[in-house]
């Protein structure tokens, strides 16, 4: 119980915007990143197997996001991952936004997955074999 | 009072994932294009010419969405924005994602923007020639 | 014969760099989307049925482009879309990108797509029934 | 002379498109951050300080690629990136896009970039800091 998975991405160039920080939806692509990492080596299941060969997808139903600092080209973003509620086809993920060099939180998201069989596009009840991992990220 | 304004826009193929569908961060690409537009077109002023010349930006500060139901390529999908809340400095926005082609919302998105001089980074009141118009948005 | 498809596009904040100016790669992003818009108004095949239906795709095996002069938010992107080559599963694109206040050519891309099978994964000849149209776009 | 700088990237779920395989736009995004970290640890000089201290852009003036093979999500691009010329003002960068798990090439580009003092948007010669250490990596 209790495991943060944590994740550290440069931003680059492509990330920012003509304010020269990072364009806010782009966020999103970099927690999705984080995620797909956090399945691959904190769940041990990646999304390339879990989709092209169980035909499990994992796509998000809700997502918020609080923007408090921005981040700007060079500077790197250390992302917290957290479970911080499992239901039954469900995981809501917390992430905590970090900037590297100093530690504060800059942006702070909340997402929801479900787990869904993409033949019939329903949602399933998380794995059983991956449950217990997923579970240890939650947080208490 | 309680104007929407309306803005279309096709899903095309870089929008969409493996699976076929809108890869999610790319709903909030979509949605800022609406609020491009509606600067533009609804407000009266740019964001081009916001940010060039009067050195105004309108940073995100918090944004939630909640996605009902995928939406694929070749289909159109229809944001009906409406200003939900308007403060000193911020503006919350609500956008109804709809099919076009049945008028079924299929995602919608609360998002709150400030707006900022750039120069200094930090909020400023809503410009007043701004305000009315923003204004005529608000949903009651 | 020598039509040309005109396809504008106005260069917003998410295809802008920190230097205020179109990040490259998006221009390939923007010819992508007029040549979807080709494909279903000037060849009258559009991608999701032609992908979604047929099972036909169109990858493109090779790409060049100059870039003359940049593009900055604000300013609309006009493509020229001519048919340069004509193979037997290959079409060779050739794009003039111009400011469309000027009518400057600002950047020109050559783009070799072929037909492919999407089951088997081979080129195929140009599909009879499109090949008139997309000749109808041959420049001479 | 004749370094060769080798970068390597997983490909995500967000560089694929529908079909399964590496939206081709994507891989001027991949090879730009192959190039920002080839500044950085290569050349000793990356881009957030070239553009942000010393106001030094690197512009593309052209690209050319030829995909010879897709990747797939879950696959590692390996970029190998020499110089394969040096002008007063530009450099010619070659890459060659092997799929790491088999070491066979899948794409190859050749981008031409030069150094633009950002203030006047003119191009400038080489600095004479970093041009030996891009002629180390000059192909012969």
Same mark, same amino acid.
């Given at each position: 119980?209790n495991?943060?998975?944590v994740?550290?991405?440069l931003?680059?160039?492509?990330?920012c915007d003509?304010?020269?920080?990072?364009?806010?939806?782009r966020?999103?692509d970099?927690a999705?990143a984080?995620?797909?990492?956090?399945?691959a080596?904190?769940?041990?299941? &990646?999304?390339?197997a879990?989709? =092209? +060969?169980?035909?499990?997808?994992?796509?998000?139903?809700?997502?918020?996001? #609080?923007? !408090?600092?921005?981040?700007?080209?060079?500077e790197?973003?250390r992302?917290?991952?957290?479970?911080t509620?499992?239901?039954?086809?469900s995981?809501q993920?917390?992430?905590s &936004?970090k900037k590297?060099a100093? =530690? +504060?939180?800059?942006l702070?998201?909340?997402?929801?997955?479900v787990?869904? #069989?993409? !033949?019939?596009q329903k949602?399933?009840?998380?794995p059983a074999?991956l449950?217990?991992r997923?579970?240890?990220?939650?947080?208490?």
């Amino acid at each position: 119980m209790n495991q943060v998975y944590v994740h550290e991405q440069l931003i680059r160039f492509s990330h920012c915007d003509p304010a020269g920080i990072v364009y806010f939806p782009r966020f999103f692509d970099l927690a999705h990143a984080t995620m797909e990492d956090w399945l691959a080596e904190g769940v041990g299941q &990646g999304l390339p197997a879990l989709i =092209g +060969e169980r035909r499990i997808g994992t796509p998000t139903v809700s997502i918020q996001c #609080d923007f !408090a600092k921005t981040l700007r080209i060079g500077e790197t973003l250390r992302f917290e991952l957290r479970v911080t509620r499992l239901g039954n086809a469900s995981v809501q993920l917390g992430y905590s &936004g970090k900037k590297q060099a100093d =530690g +504060e939180e800059h942006l702070a998201i909340r997402q929801t997955i479900v787990f869904m #069989d993409l !033949a019939v596009q329903k949602a399933i009840p998380i794995p059983a074999d991956l449950r217990p991992r997923i579970e240890s990220f939650l947080a208490t």
